[in-house]
Protein backbone atom coordinates (compact mmCIF):
# COMPACT_ATOMS: atom_id res chain seq x y z
CA UNK A 1 0.00 0.00 0.00
CA UNK A 2 2.84 2.86 0.59
CA UNK A 3 3.84 1.85 -3.17
CA UNK A 4 0.82 3.56 -4.06
CA UNK A 5 -0.10 6.09 -1.20
CA UNK A 6 1.74 8.75 -3.64
CA UNK A 7 -0.83 8.51 -6.32
CA UNK A 8 -4.00 8.10 -4.66
CA UNK A 9 -2.72 10.93 -2.10
CA UNK A 10 -2.57 13.40 -4.91
CA UNK A 11 -5.99 11.77 -6.49
CA UNK A 12 -7.64 12.74 -2.87
CA UNK A 13 -6.03 16.28 -3.13
CA UNK A 14 -7.48 16.78 -6.57
CA UNK A 15 -11.02 15.89 -5.26
CA UNK A 16 -10.44 18.02 -3.10
CA UNK A 17 -9.58 20.93 -4.64
CA UNK A 18 -12.56 20.10 -7.30
CA UNK A 19 -14.38 20.41 -3.98
CA UNK A 20 -12.91 23.91 -2.64
CA UNK A 21 -13.95 25.42 -6.44
CA UNK A 22 -17.14 24.69 -6.00
CA UNK A 23 -17.54 25.54 -2.36
CA UNK A 24 -15.90 29.07 -2.81
CA UNK A 25 -16.48 30.12 -6.37
CA UNK A 26 -19.73 31.22 -4.95
CA UNK A 27 -18.03 34.23 -2.62
CA UNK A 28 -16.27 35.41 -5.44
CA UNK A 29 -19.36 35.91 -8.20
CA UNK A 30 -22.52 36.76 -5.90
CA UNK A 31 -22.92 39.78 -7.28
CA UNK A 32 -23.70 37.53 -10.71
CA UNK A 33 -25.55 35.17 -8.71
CA UNK A 34 -27.23 37.89 -6.79
CA UNK A 35 -28.37 39.72 -10.14
CA UNK A 36 -29.02 36.23 -12.02
CA UNK A 37 -31.52 34.81 -9.44
CA UNK A 38 -32.99 38.43 -8.78
CA UNK A 39 -32.15 38.03 -5.36
CA UNK A 40 -30.20 40.65 -2.61
CA UNK A 41 -26.46 40.06 -2.41
CA UNK A 42 -27.20 38.94 1.54
CA UNK A 43 -29.46 36.08 0.32
CA UNK A 44 -27.11 35.15 -2.21
CA UNK A 45 -24.47 34.71 0.55
CA UNK A 46 -26.83 32.09 1.63
CA UNK A 47 -25.88 29.70 -0.71
CA UNK A 48 -22.44 29.32 1.62
CA UNK A 49 -24.74 28.80 4.63
CA UNK A 50 -26.60 26.39 2.57
CA UNK A 51 -23.50 24.53 1.26
CA UNK A 52 -21.89 24.44 4.98
CA UNK A 53 -25.06 23.38 6.25
CA UNK A 54 -25.20 20.56 4.56
CA UNK A 55 -21.43 19.57 5.36
CA UNK A 56 -22.30 20.04 8.79
CA UNK A 57 -25.66 17.98 8.91
CA UNK A 58 -26.31 16.13 6.00
CA UNK A 59 -22.76 14.65 5.76
CA UNK A 60 -22.27 13.25 9.17
CA UNK A 61 -25.24 11.45 8.88
CA UNK A 62 -24.06 10.12 5.25
CA UNK A 63 -21.37 8.64 6.74
CA UNK A 64 -23.34 6.94 9.43
CA UNK A 65 -25.24 5.48 7.29
CA UNK A 66 -22.32 3.89 4.79
CA UNK A 67 -19.78 3.62 8.21
CA UNK A 68 -20.06 -0.51 6.97
CA UNK A 69 -19.63 -0.09 3.25
CA UNK A 70 -16.50 -0.29 1.56
CA UNK A 71 -14.60 3.07 2.26
CA UNK A 72 -13.31 3.59 -1.54
CA UNK A 73 -16.77 2.66 -3.23
CA UNK A 74 -18.08 5.00 -0.51
CA UNK A 75 -15.99 7.98 -1.89
CA UNK A 76 -15.86 7.02 -5.19
CA UNK A 77 -20.35 7.58 -4.94
CA UNK A 78 -19.35 10.87 -3.02
CA UNK A 79 -17.63 11.88 -5.77
CA UNK A 80 -20.06 11.09 -8.56
CA UNK A 81 -23.06 12.68 -6.51
CA UNK A 82 -20.97 15.48 -5.98
CA UNK A 83 -20.67 16.04 -9.80
CA UNK A 84 -24.22 15.75 -10.01
CA UNK A 85 -25.45 18.02 -7.57
CA UNK A 86 -22.74 21.19 -8.51
CA UNK A 87 -24.36 20.76 -12.14
CA UNK A 88 -27.60 20.37 -10.99
CA UNK A 89 -28.46 23.81 -10.57
CA UNK A 90 -26.97 25.23 -13.79
CA UNK A 91 -30.43 24.14 -15.60
CA UNK A 92 -32.79 26.51 -13.40
CA UNK A 93 -33.28 30.12 -12.21
CA UNK A 94 -34.81 29.55 -9.43
CA UNK A 95 -33.52 30.58 -5.66
CA UNK A 96 -34.71 27.84 -3.99
CA UNK A 97 -33.73 24.86 -6.01
CA UNK A 98 -29.97 26.59 -6.34
CA UNK A 99 -29.74 26.68 -2.25
CA UNK A 100 -31.36 22.61 -2.20
CA UNK A 101 -28.52 21.61 -4.76
CA UNK A 102 -26.09 23.51 -2.53
CA UNK A 103 -27.11 21.55 0.35
CA UNK A 104 -26.91 18.59 -1.14
CA UNK A 105 -23.46 19.23 -2.60
CA UNK A 106 -22.41 20.18 0.73
CA UNK A 107 -23.76 16.49 2.46
CA UNK A 108 -21.83 14.93 -0.52
CA UNK A 109 -18.37 17.30 0.41
CA UNK A 110 -19.02 16.30 3.95
CA UNK A 111 -19.49 12.00 3.16
CA UNK A 112 -16.29 12.64 0.57
CA UNK A 113 -14.04 14.40 2.96
CA UNK A 114 -14.07 12.27 6.01
CA UNK A 115 -13.54 9.19 4.05
CA UNK A 116 -10.78 10.69 2.23
CA UNK A 117 -9.28 11.65 5.81
CA UNK A 118 -9.87 7.90 6.65
CA UNK A 119 -7.86 6.95 3.76
CA UNK A 120 -5.19 9.25 3.69
CA UNK A 121 -4.48 8.09 7.17
CA UNK A 122 -4.23 4.53 6.32
CA UNK A 123 -1.80 5.25 3.48
CA UNK A 124 0.69 6.80 5.68
CA UNK A 125 2.41 5.79 8.83
CA UNK A 126 1.56 6.80 12.32
CA UNK A 127 3.73 9.89 12.34
CA UNK A 128 2.94 11.02 9.31
CA UNK A 129 -0.73 11.67 9.59
CA UNK A 130 -0.58 15.32 10.15
CA UNK A 131 0.51 15.45 6.72
CA UNK A 132 -1.70 13.03 4.92
CA UNK A 133 -4.61 15.52 6.21
CA UNK A 134 -2.47 18.41 5.15
CA UNK A 135 -2.29 16.74 1.48
CA UNK A 136 -6.29 16.21 1.44
CA UNK A 137 -6.71 19.91 3.46
CA UNK A 138 -4.24 21.09 0.75
CA UNK A 139 -6.53 20.35 -2.29
CA UNK A 140 -9.19 22.73 -0.66
CA UNK A 141 -6.63 25.35 -0.01
CA UNK A 142 -5.31 25.43 -3.51
CA UNK A 143 -8.59 25.54 -4.61
CA UNK A 144 -9.08 29.13 -3.34
CA UNK A 145 -5.39 30.27 -5.01
CA UNK A 146 -6.01 28.72 -8.63
CA UNK A 147 -9.60 27.38 -8.79
CA UNK A 148 -11.73 30.22 -7.11
CA UNK A 149 -9.64 33.05 -8.90
CA UNK A 150 -9.58 31.35 -12.29
CA UNK A 151 -13.80 30.79 -11.70
CA UNK A 152 -14.02 34.81 -10.69
CA UNK A 153 -12.47 35.53 -13.77
CA UNK A 154 -14.33 33.18 -15.62
CA UNK A 155 -17.78 34.23 -13.86
CA UNK A 156 -17.23 37.84 -14.51
CA UNK A 157 -16.88 37.49 -18.33
CA UNK A 158 -19.02 34.95 -19.57
CA UNK A 159 -21.52 34.91 -16.72
CA UNK A 160 -21.38 32.24 -12.80
CA UNK A 161 -22.73 29.26 -14.51
CA UNK A 162 -19.82 29.11 -16.95
CA UNK A 163 -17.52 28.86 -13.72
CA UNK A 164 -19.53 26.18 -12.08
CA UNK A 165 -19.30 23.98 -15.51
CA UNK A 166 -15.71 24.42 -15.71
CA UNK A 167 -15.65 23.01 -11.80
CA UNK A 168 -18.05 19.59 -12.82
CA UNK A 169 -15.81 18.85 -15.78
CA UNK A 170 -12.71 18.99 -13.54
CA UNK A 171 -14.69 16.36 -10.98
CA UNK A 172 -15.29 13.90 -13.83
CA UNK A 173 -11.74 14.45 -13.99
CA UNK A 174 -10.97 13.81 -10.48
CA UNK A 175 -13.71 10.80 -10.20
CA UNK A 176 -11.36 8.70 -13.06
CA UNK A 177 -8.53 9.59 -11.02
CA UNK A 178 -9.63 7.83 -7.90
CA UNK A 179 -11.01 4.63 -9.81
CA UNK A 180 -7.67 4.10 -11.26
CA UNK A 181 -5.24 4.91 -8.05
CA UNK A 182 -7.03 4.61 -5.02
CA UNK A 183 -6.86 0.88 -3.42
CA UNK A 184 -9.58 -0.21 -0.60
CA UNK A 185 -8.33 0.31 3.24
CA UNK A 186 -9.50 -0.98 5.96
CA UNK A 187 -11.62 0.57 8.90
CA UNK A 188 -9.65 1.88 11.89
CA UNK A 189 -12.59 2.10 13.99
CA UNK A 190 -15.09 0.29 15.28
CA UNK A 191 -17.67 -1.20 12.85
CA UNK A 192 -21.13 -0.09 14.41
CA UNK A 193 -21.93 3.43 14.15
CA UNK A 194 -23.85 2.86 17.55
CA UNK A 195 -20.26 2.23 18.65
CA UNK A 196 -18.00 4.83 16.47
CA UNK A 197 -20.96 7.53 17.85
CA UNK A 198 -20.67 6.80 21.68
CA UNK A 199 -16.71 7.65 21.00
CA UNK A 200 -16.89 10.42 18.44
CA UNK A 201 -19.22 12.48 20.62
CA UNK A 202 -17.67 12.37 23.93
CA UNK A 203 -16.92 15.37 25.50
CA UNK A 204 -13.54 15.96 24.91
CA UNK A 205 -14.12 15.65 21.11
CA UNK A 206 -17.30 17.66 20.91
CA UNK A 207 -14.85 20.64 23.16
CA UNK A 208 -12.42 20.89 20.08
CA UNK A 209 -15.32 20.96 17.86
CA UNK A 210 -16.64 23.96 19.52
CA UNK A 211 -13.23 25.41 19.37
CA UNK A 212 -12.99 25.03 15.23
CA UNK A 213 -16.59 25.98 15.48
CA UNK A 214 -15.79 29.29 16.71
CA UNK A 215 -12.47 29.84 14.50
CA UNK A 216 -14.24 29.21 11.24
CA UNK A 217 -17.51 31.23 12.34
CA UNK A 218 -15.28 33.99 12.88
CA UNK A 219 -13.25 33.93 9.50
CA UNK A 220 -16.56 33.10 7.47
CA UNK A 221 -18.20 35.98 8.88
CA UNK A 222 -15.51 38.24 7.19
CA UNK A 223 -14.41 35.99 4.17
CA UNK A 224 -18.31 35.97 2.18
CA UNK A 225 -18.06 39.49 2.62
CA UNK A 226 -14.78 40.14 1.34
CA UNK A 227 -15.76 41.00 -1.85
CA UNK A 228 -18.12 44.40 -0.80
CA UNK A 229 -15.07 45.24 2.12
CA UNK A 230 -12.79 44.92 -0.58
CA UNK A 231 -14.74 47.40 -3.20
CA UNK A 232 -16.00 49.52 -0.72
CA UNK A 233 -13.70 50.05 2.28
CA UNK A 234 -10.30 49.39 0.35
CA UNK A 235 -11.67 51.06 -2.88
CA UNK A 236 -10.14 47.64 -5.47
CA UNK A 237 -12.12 47.31 -8.31
CA UNK A 238 -14.14 44.36 -9.04
CA UNK A 239 -11.38 42.89 -11.66
CA UNK A 240 -8.95 43.60 -9.53
CA UNK A 241 -10.73 41.41 -6.51
CA UNK A 242 -9.63 38.04 -7.92
CA UNK A 243 -5.87 39.68 -7.62
CA UNK A 244 -6.41 39.61 -3.65
CA UNK A 245 -8.16 36.45 -3.34
CA UNK A 246 -5.01 34.83 -5.34
CA UNK A 247 -2.77 36.11 -2.71
CA UNK A 248 -5.08 34.69 -0.06
CA UNK A 249 -5.63 31.45 -1.32
CA UNK A 250 -2.16 31.30 -2.33
CA UNK A 251 -1.51 31.73 1.54
CA UNK A 252 -3.96 29.11 3.01
CA UNK A 253 -2.32 26.56 0.33
CA UNK A 254 1.08 27.41 1.82
CA UNK A 255 -0.73 27.35 5.65
CA UNK A 256 -2.24 24.30 5.08
CA UNK A 257 1.05 22.03 4.03
CA UNK A 258 2.88 24.11 6.91
CA UNK A 259 0.00 22.88 9.18
CA UNK A 260 -0.01 19.38 8.82
CA UNK A 261 3.83 19.15 9.14
CA UNK A 262 3.17 21.61 12.86
CA UNK A 263 -0.08 18.92 13.70
CA UNK A 264 2.71 16.32 13.72
CA UNK A 265 4.68 18.15 16.08
CA UNK A 266 2.57 19.07 18.29
CA UNK A 267 -1.47 20.00 16.97
CA UNK A 268 -2.47 21.73 20.38
CA UNK A 269 0.67 24.67 20.72
CA UNK A 270 -0.62 24.91 16.88
CA UNK A 271 -4.03 25.67 17.81
CA UNK A 272 -3.43 27.73 20.40
CA UNK A 273 -1.00 30.21 18.67
CA UNK A 274 -2.60 29.81 15.61
CA UNK A 275 -5.88 31.19 17.13
CA UNK A 276 -3.83 33.97 18.61
CA UNK A 277 -1.92 34.75 15.13
CA UNK A 278 -5.50 34.69 13.46
CA UNK A 279 -7.28 37.34 16.25
CA UNK A 280 -3.98 40.11 15.34
CA UNK A 281 -4.55 39.81 11.49
CA UNK A 282 -8.10 40.40 11.68
CA UNK A 283 -7.67 43.21 14.07
CA UNK A 284 -4.91 44.61 11.58
CA UNK A 285 -7.20 44.27 8.60
CA UNK A 286 -9.75 46.83 10.18
CA UNK A 287 -7.19 49.35 11.06
CA UNK A 288 -5.23 49.02 7.50
CA UNK A 289 -8.63 48.75 5.31
CA UNK A 290 -7.94 51.55 3.06
CA UNK A 291 -3.96 50.69 2.12
CA UNK A 292 -4.45 48.38 -0.41
CA UNK A 293 -0.72 46.78 -0.20
CA UNK A 294 -1.16 46.37 3.65
CA UNK A 295 -4.74 44.91 2.99
CA UNK A 296 -3.37 41.99 0.65
CA UNK A 297 -0.23 41.92 3.35
CA UNK A 298 -2.86 41.31 5.78
CA UNK A 299 -4.46 38.80 4.24
CA UNK A 300 -1.28 36.98 3.24
CA UNK A 301 -1.21 36.24 7.16
CA UNK A 302 -4.96 35.57 7.54
CA UNK A 303 -4.44 32.96 5.07
CA UNK A 304 -1.84 31.15 6.59
CA UNK A 305 -2.33 31.30 9.49
CA UNK A 306 -6.55 30.67 9.29
CA UNK A 307 -6.20 27.17 7.40
CA UNK A 308 -3.34 26.60 9.17
CA UNK A 309 -4.98 25.81 12.29
CA UNK A 310 -7.17 23.12 10.78
CA UNK A 311 -5.02 20.05 9.83
CA UNK A 312 -4.21 20.82 14.19
CA UNK A 313 -8.55 20.88 14.77
CA UNK A 314 -8.54 17.12 12.61
CA UNK A 315 -5.51 15.43 14.10
CA UNK A 316 -6.94 16.47 17.92
CA UNK A 317 -10.22 15.01 17.04
CA UNK A 318 -9.10 11.85 15.85
CA UNK A 319 -6.63 11.61 18.49
CA UNK A 320 -9.26 12.35 21.12
CA UNK A 321 -12.07 9.37 19.33
CA UNK A 322 -10.28 6.77 19.32
CA UNK A 323 -12.25 3.88 18.16
CA UNK A 324 -14.71 6.41 16.90
CA UNK A 325 -12.49 7.69 14.56
CA UNK A 326 -14.20 6.89 11.05
CA UNK A 327 -17.34 8.42 12.44
CA UNK A 328 -15.58 11.04 13.90
CA UNK A 329 -13.03 12.12 10.52
CA UNK A 330 -16.30 13.94 9.54
CA UNK A 331 -17.18 16.04 12.34
CA UNK A 332 -14.29 18.58 11.63
CA UNK A 333 -15.68 19.20 8.53
CA UNK A 334 -19.45 19.44 9.75
CA UNK A 335 -18.30 21.49 13.20
CA UNK A 336 -16.15 23.87 10.97
CA UNK A 337 -18.89 24.47 8.15
CA UNK A 338 -21.82 24.57 10.87
CA UNK A 339 -19.19 27.82 11.99
CA UNK A 340 -19.18 28.91 8.46
CA UNK A 341 -22.72 29.35 8.32
CA UNK A 342 -23.22 30.39 11.09
CA UNK A 343 -20.31 33.18 10.50
CA UNK A 344 -21.94 33.86 6.88
CA UNK A 345 -24.99 34.53 8.41
CA UNK A 346 -23.85 36.93 10.99
CA UNK A 347 -22.03 38.41 8.49
CA UNK A 348 -24.67 39.09 6.22
CA UNK A 349 -26.80 40.35 9.27
CA UNK A 350 -24.02 42.88 9.99
CA UNK A 351 -23.53 43.71 6.31
CA UNK A 352 -27.21 44.89 5.99
CA UNK A 353 -26.88 46.61 9.23
CA UNK A 354 -23.49 48.36 9.45
CA UNK A 355 -22.17 48.25 5.89
CA UNK A 356 -18.92 46.31 4.56
CA UNK A 357 -16.86 46.95 7.50
CA UNK A 358 -19.69 44.79 9.35
CA UNK A 359 -18.75 41.47 8.69
CA UNK A 360 -15.06 42.00 9.75
CA UNK A 361 -15.98 43.29 13.40
CA UNK A 362 -18.17 39.96 13.76
CA UNK A 363 -15.54 38.00 12.64
CA UNK A 364 -12.67 39.46 14.99
CA UNK A 365 -14.90 39.00 17.93
CA UNK A 366 -15.99 35.96 17.18
CA UNK A 367 -12.01 34.64 16.52
CA UNK A 368 -11.15 36.43 20.20
CA UNK A 369 -13.71 34.01 21.92
CA UNK A 370 -11.95 31.09 20.27
CA UNK A 371 -8.88 32.18 21.73
CA UNK A 372 -9.29 30.84 25.30
CA UNK A 373 -11.31 27.64 24.12
CA UNK A 374 -8.43 26.82 22.24
CA UNK A 375 -5.96 27.04 25.19
CA UNK A 376 -8.74 25.19 27.38
CA UNK A 377 -8.50 22.27 24.75
CA UNK A 378 -4.88 21.78 25.32
CA UNK A 379 -5.24 19.87 28.65
CA UNK A 380 -7.57 17.37 26.40
CA UNK A 381 -6.29 14.08 26.31
CA UNK A 382 -7.31 10.57 24.27
CA UNK A 383 -9.37 8.29 26.40
CA UNK A 384 -7.11 5.39 28.04
CA UNK A 385 -6.58 1.84 26.87
CA UNK A 386 -8.63 0.58 29.74
CA UNK A 387 -11.85 2.92 28.27
CA UNK A 388 -11.20 1.45 24.87
CA UNK A 389 -10.64 -2.02 25.77
CA UNK A 390 -13.59 -4.51 24.74
CA UNK A 391 -14.99 -2.37 21.68
CA UNK A 392 -15.85 -4.43 19.19
CA UNK A 393 -14.73 -3.83 15.66
Known sequence: ???????????????????????????????????????????????????????????????????????????????AGYVVATAAPLATSSAALFLTARFAAGSLHGLFIGVAFAIAGALVPPERTGR?????????????????????????ASGWRTGFVGVAVFGLAALLALLRVVPAVTATGG????????????????????????????QYAV??????????????????????????????????????WAADRSATRTLVLGNAALVVALGLLHLVAAIPVLVAIVLVVWGVVGMGLVPS????????????????????????????????????????????????????????????AAWATAALRPASTQQTEGVPA
Open 1 to 79: MNTRSGPALAALFAAAFVMGSAELLVVGVIDLIAADLEISVSTAGAAVTAYALGIAAGGPVLTALTIRRGRRAVLVWAL
Open 132 to 156: AIGIVLGGISVSTAIGVPLGTLVGQ
Open 191 to 218: GRASVQARHAFAPPVLAVLGTGLLILGG
Open 223 to 260: LTYITPFLQERTGVSSAAVSVFLLAFGVATAVGVFAGG
Open 313 to 372: LQYRVLELAGPGRDLAATLPASALNAGIALGALAGGWTLDAYGAGGPLITGLVVTAVALP
